[in-house]
């Protein structure tokens, strides 16, 4: 795999996780990764390499994509008693680890889609600005299977995001009022919760996600109104902050006759401590019990390396 190739597929796996989230991301690469090994034709001992390739791309995306990096370090560790076998068999085995992987963070989708339920209570009034898969799928359970009265206020930023919030919402009849990002403090007195979704967080207590998340967090934050964070534990990082490479984009402008470089980033780095409620597959866990619970799941994962 050359360069060329590398950047095109970190972009694809940005793109992918910026609108449907990081797990839902995972699930599809690791798809899209047991297709390419059935459709891989090299002789034998030529497919550790082929393997190594393809991992170190995921490996290095900006940022990292941390649920999927962890899955495909497990799948490396689990392969390598099989290389030297026939190539059938290795494909076989390498599919068979994946379809386990893809099954796994599933499970832990469902059951955090599960627990979430809980934090959403009948006349809610809740901040999203993010399409969230996990959190949008909870509202929508909420509304449909569950018939409580919410209401959202929809921050629009990026359109194609912003829409697909947008169309799911309408799907489930939940109300909404969309309003411009930077308007949300003419709202916040109606809301009661944020709720809201992570890439990752890291070992530092910090939390890589979509970006405006800070400064919605913060102001949510000083108007005390709680934030809800979703993320399954696959997601924490034994990395610090600043190793999550976060995208950095610049892009000449013309404008009205004025020439600037805009300068923006993939994603937001938020403080663990604007978090009020964390929530994981394996329980909800209150501000006053995220730091130690935080540093329990590094110390598990660790252990395992």
Known sequence: MNEADKTILCRLIRDHEDLVGSSRATMLALQAFKASIQELKCAPEEIPNQYAALVDAIKNTRPKIVPLIHLIEEFETEMAPHFGAEADQLREKACEILQAKHDRIKEKVARIIQIGLDCIDDGDVIVMHTASSDVTRMIALAKEVME?????????????????????????QVELETVPEFSLSHYIGKANKMLTGALSITHDMKVVSAVGTANVASLCHFHKIPVYLFANTLKFSHGLSEDQCI??????????????????????????????????????????????????????????C
């Open 148 to 172: 409580r009265r919410l209401q959202v206020i929809v921050l629009k930023q990026d359109f194609i995001k912003t829409k697909k919030l947008i169309d799911i919402l309408k799907q489930a």
């Open 247 to 304: 995208h950095e984009k610049r892009v000449a402008t013309v404008q009205n006759n004025t020439n600037y470089v805009l300068t923006t980033y993939s994603h937001d780095m938020l403080d663990l401590d604007m978090v009020d409620f964390l929530i994981t597959e394996e329980g909800i866990f209150p501000k006053d019990k995220i730091g130690s619970y935080v540093q329990e799941i590094q110390s598990r994962r660790l252990g395992c």
